[in-house]
C-alpha cells in the first residue's frame, strides 16, 4: 500500500505534469482564465488518462509492439470521443468554453507520455494510481491557477462577484497573465519539495550514480551523465581493480 501511496504522489508534486514534467502547456494555459472551465478540463483528462492507461495495461500482451503507438492513439480517441460527447450533452455551456481542446485531448502529451512509458510496462494496479495522480496533479493546478486568474482579472469565482470592477486587474485574464500565475505555481512547488526533502536524503535511483555526492536527490539516472560514459568508467574501474 506504502507503494500504491508512492506512485499516487508522485504525480501530485514530485512528478507533476505540469509544474515539473512541463508537458501539455498550451491546453493548461489556455483554458485557466474560470474556475469551472480548469475542473472541467482536469477532470476530462484524469477520466481519459484513467481508462486509456487501464486498457492498455490489461492487453498490453496482445498489442503487438509494432503497431503500439497507433493503437494507443485509438483507444485515447475513443474515451476523448466519450467525454466529449457528455460534455456536450450534459454540461454544454462548458463544452462551449473549451471548444477544441477538449478533442485535443487526443493528442495530448501527458497521455501519451503516461500509456507509452507506464501503463504499457506496469502492472494494472500501479497504473490505476499512476493515472488518478497525475490527472489529480493536472486538475489542482489547473483549478488552482484558474482561480487567481479568475479573481483578480475578472473579479468573480464561478460567476460570483467578488472583486469590484474598479479594483480588477485586467493583466490577469490576459495569456501574459496566465504565464504569470503559471511560472508563481512553478515558484511554489519547488519550494513545497524543497521543504519536505529531508536533508542529506538521497533518492533511492542514485545508488551507482558517478554523481552521488550532488545531493540533489534526481530521479534521472546517473544525473543525466551519458551512459557511454558511466558505463567506460565503470569498466575502467573494474580493470584498476
Known amino acids: 500500500m506504502k507503494r500504491f501511496f508512492g506512485i499516487f504522489t508522485n504525480g501530485l508534486v514530485r512528478e507533476n505534469p505540469l509544474l515539473i514534467l512541463m508537458i501539455g502547456l498550451c491546453s493548461a494555459l ?5 474556475v469551472a472551465n480548469g475542473i472541467g478540463m482536469g477532470l476530462s483528462m484524469t477520466f481519459v488518462l484513467l481508462m486509456s492507461e487501464v486498457v492498455i495495461s490489461l492487453f498490453k500482451k496482445l498489442i503487438p509492439d509494432s503497431i503500439r503507438i497507433p493503437v494507443f492513439i485509438i483507444i485515447i480517441a475513443a474515451f476523448t470521443t466519450v467525454i466529449d460527447y457528455v460534455l456536450k450533452a450534459w454540461f454544454p455551456e462548458l463544452s462551449t468554453a473549451m471548444g477544441v481542446f477538449i478533442p485535443l485531448i487526443v493528442v495530448n502529451c501527458i497521455i501519451m507520455g503516461r500509456v507509452e512509458g507506464f501503463a504499457y510496462k506496469s ?68 519550494f513545497i519539495r524543497s521543504k519536505l526533502k529531508k536533508p542529506g536524503a538521497q533518492a533511492a535511483d542514485c545508488d551507482g550514480c558517478a554523481k552521488v555526492a550532488c545531493n540533489q536527490g534526481c530521479t534521472v539516472t546517473n544525473c543525466g551523465i551519458p551512459e557511454s560514459l558511466t558505463t567506460s568508467a565503470s569498466g575502467q574501474t573494474s580493470k584498476e581493480g
Do not use: C
Open 30 to 34: 489556455a483554458v485557466t482564465t474560470k
Open 123 to 190: 502492472p494494472l494496479g500501479d497504473v490505476i494510481f499512476d493515472s488518478l495522480g497525475m490527472g489529480l496533479g493536472y486538475t489542482w493546478v489547473l483549478t488552482g491557477i484558474s482561480f487567481v486568474r479568475e479573481l483578480l482579472g475578472s473579479g468573480a469565482i464561478l460567476d460570483y462577484m467578488i472583486i469590484p470592477q474598479d479594483f480588477q486587474i485586467m493583466f490577469f485574464a490576459l495569456p501574459p497573465g496566465g504565464f504569470f500565475v503559471f511560472a508563481l505555481f512553478i515558484s511554489l512547488n519547488l
